[in-house]
């Protein structure tokens, strides 16, 4: 059979090609990646990809909400989406599922929709504690997989500290390594991100753009011009103004969430959020106070600010904040819930702390780091809203290291 023309190819087809191996039915691809470097992401371009070919989608998302994976796809497809969700069924699980029972459930949901799956996705899987019958469960959902003729692409996440030489794999993943057919390995690079095969003999090796997760086909593919980005943010006084300040400098979209009633420090972007669209965002005063070790004001107006910041980190594909970070690991105010809501996301954060005078990157614990660049289009600007001259220079500079002069925007 002839090989696709590059044109034509799907992004599974092209990753495939270029890495040099094929995960063709009841096979299993591997995404390996740190937390936020765009895991879920590329699991939506492979989908998108053979949806556009008029094949038949599941992407089944644990440990997440409808919302928030749809959220996902409407972020990265710019076209006529609905016209293509013929070809999707997407199943969102707040919890874990066993492997053995996602299985059985896709192959019913094929048997009752009459379908033929080209590509089942399993995306948040928790590979941490599984359990001894790993093997066995994967196993079995290939082989579920290629009945349905249909190949399999998961997920899993490794840590900052992986060096070269290791594969990386979760430890509960080792004993399973013969069960994966195609190990594929993402790692930052700059203004880019490199998806390797971890067994490939050539060196082979693709450039991916950041945040979409789309091939870069071109040098300046690579480059994230201010005019692509948007700045997701509150408008409050103090960071988050100084934040939206130099988004307009910069030529950069905002959207600024709020709700009726709120006062805001800035009206460029702003978008009122309904009581509906509010409770989307809502958290349990009983989870706040294990997480945030703190007695937050149990008030309407502020479980209203805690519900916005939702809105703000959610479709986010990186979190900055200035403010302090305190001895157990959290950060003060309702920055916190920001930070802390981006952790619990997978979302590369940054804090600039006020009183060290510097940047700090989440992995596990807080790691001093040189300081950030802006490297994904959709981004969430917060903070505290007593803003120093330390913290707002460090947000001017966050900008200027990321596109340059300002001037050069004018």
């Not at 765009?38 to 008029?54: D, H, N, P």
């Not at 409050?236 to 805001?264: K, M, Q, S, Y």
């Not at 916005?308 to 959610?314: D, F, L, T």
């Not at 952790?343 to 001093?368: A, M, N, T, Y």
Request: hydrophobic residues 40%.
């Amino acid at each position: 059979m002839a090989e696709p023309e590059p044109e034509r190819m799907s992004i599974s087809e092209r990753l495939q090609a270029g890495l040099g191996r094929r995960v063709g039915p009841g096979e299993l691809g591997l995404v390996l990646a740190r937390a936020g470097v765009g895991k879920t992401a590329l699991c939506v371009q492979l989908a998108l990809g053979e949806m556009r070919a008029g094949r038949h989608v599941v992407h089944a998302a644990l440990g997440q909400g409808l919302s928030q994976i749809e959220a996902v796809y409407r972020a990265l497809f710019a076209g006529d989406l609905p016209a293509l969700c013929r070809y999707r069924s997407l199943q969102a699980f707040a919890e874990q599922v066993p492997l053995e029972h996602l299985g059985l459930a896709v192959e019913t949901l094929a048997g009752e929709l009459g379908i033929d799956v080209s590509l089942l996705l399993v995306d948040g899987f928790d590979w941490s504690a599984p359990g001894p019958e790993l093997g066995a469960a994967l196993r079995a959902l290939k082989r579920q997989a290629g009945e349905l003729g249909a190949s399999l692409w998961t997920t899993a996440t490794t840590h900052r500290d992986k060096r070269d030489g290791q594969t990386g794999l979760p430890e509960s993943l080792q004993a399973c390594e013969a069960e994966i057919d195609l190990l594929v390995t993402l790692e930052p690079c700059g203004a880019r991100v490199c998806a390797r095969a971890a067994d490939a003999t050539t060196g082979a090796e693709l450039w991916l753009l950041p945040g979409s997760l789309r091939l870069a086909e071109r040098e300046e593919d690579l480059r994230l011009a201010s005019s692509d980005c948007t700045l997701l943010s509150g408008a409050h006084r103090g960071a988050e103004a100084a934040f939206g300040a130099c988004a307009e400098r910069w030529g950069i979209a905002e959207r600024n969430f709020t709700f009726a009633g709120r006062p805001v420090a800035r009206s460029r972007g702003l978008v009122l959020l309904d009581e509906r669209e509010l409770e989307q965002g809502d958290v349990s005063w009983a989870y706040l106070d294990d997480r945030m070790h703190r007695d937050y004001p149990r008030t309407d107006a502020f479980r209203k600010v805690l519900q916005s910041i939702w809105h703000q980190v959610n479709p986010a594909g990186e979190v900055f904040a200035v403010g302090k970070i305190k001895k157990d690991g959290t950060v003060k105010g309702g920055t916190g819930w920001a930070v802390e809501l981006a952790k619990r996301l997978g979302k590369p954060v940054c804090v600039f702390d006020q009183e060290q005078q510097r940047w700090f990157f989440w992995e596990s614990s807080w790691q001093p780091t040189e300081p950030p660049r802006i490297q994904r289009p959709a981004f969430c600007g917060t903070g505290t809203a007593r803003l120093s001259e330390p913290g707002e220079q460090a947000i001017r500079e966050l900008f200027e290291r990321s596109f340059g002069s300002p001037e050069a925007h004018d």
